[in-house]
Structures are given as structure tokens and as C-alpha cells.
Nanobody, 125 residues
Framework: QVQLGESGGGSVQAGGSLRLSCAAS????????LGWFRQEPGKEREFVAA????????EYADSVAGRFTISRDYAKNTVYLQMNSLSPDDSAVYYC??????????????????WGQGTQVTVSS
């Protein structure tokens, strides 16, 4: 079992920055890929970024590459998402997730078996 809890969401103006944190617990979390996804009302959950257990594999959605940075602190069992140059299109509920299956790929939410409760990010123009 893996438990996840996000924090750091909020409201910001376009061009601003936010850093999301996700505290993870569970005996396997240090060897698990952790990812961030986001979801707008009425839309499917979409991949944002992911980092594998060693930090040697990092993936970003094209829409956030160059603006967002994912990282993890093994001592704190925490994964971060630094979000810069935010735009209104980035407004969504952001979810932290831990990968449980290795079938469809690191960007596919169906490979992730554990999810946090989500944190709202709102970017105003």
C-alpha cells in the first residue's frame, strides 16, 4: 500500500509560479515511479510529469516541458512539481500518483494504482 497527500495548490496570476508537494508513505514508495496528473471538470485526467524510482527517467507532457520540473526527495519521501510561467490553461486539480503496473507506459494513468486526493491550481489571466 502507498498513501499520497498533495499540498501547495492555490491561486496565482498568469506568469506566476507554484510548487506542489506530495508526501508519500508505504514500504515500496522509494522504489516506485511517482507521477503528477491533472484534470479539468468534464475532461479526462491527463499526464503532466513522472519520475522513476532512481530519478534516472523523467517524462513531461509536451504542454508543460520547459516550464515544469519534477523532482523527488528520498529522505522525505516527497515528490515535487515546480510550475513556472503558469497560464490559465494550467488550471486544474492536480493529482499525485504512484505507479502500480508496468503495462501501458509511464504516462498512462491506468498504470498508476495509488492516488492522492488532489489539489486545486487556479491561474487567472
Amino acid at each position: 500500500q502507498v498513501q499520497l497527500g498533495e499540498s501547495g495548490g492555490g491561486s496565482v496570476q498568469a506568469g506566476g509560479s507554484l510548487r506542489l508537494s506530495c508526501a508519500a508513505s508505504g514500504r515500496t514508495v522509494s522504489t516506485t515511479t511517482l507521477g503528477w496528473f491533472r484534470q479539468e471538470p468534464g475532461k479526462e485526467r491527463e499526464f503532466v510529469a513522472a519520475i522513476n524510482w532512481s530519478g534516472g527517467t523523467i517524462e513531461y507532457a509536451d504542454s508543460v516541458a520547459g516550464r515544469f520540473t519534477i523532482s523527488r526527495d528520498y529522505a522525505k519521501n516527497t515528490v515535487y512539481l515546480q510550475m513556472n510561467s503558469l497560464s490559465p490553461d494550467d488550471s486544474a486539480v492536480y493529482y499525485c500518483a504512484a505507479r502500480a503496473h508496468y503495462v501501458r507506459g509511464i504516462t498512462d494513468p491506468r498504470d498508476y494504482g495509488y492516488w492522492g486526493q488532489g489539489t486545486q491550481v487556479t491561474v487567472s489571466s
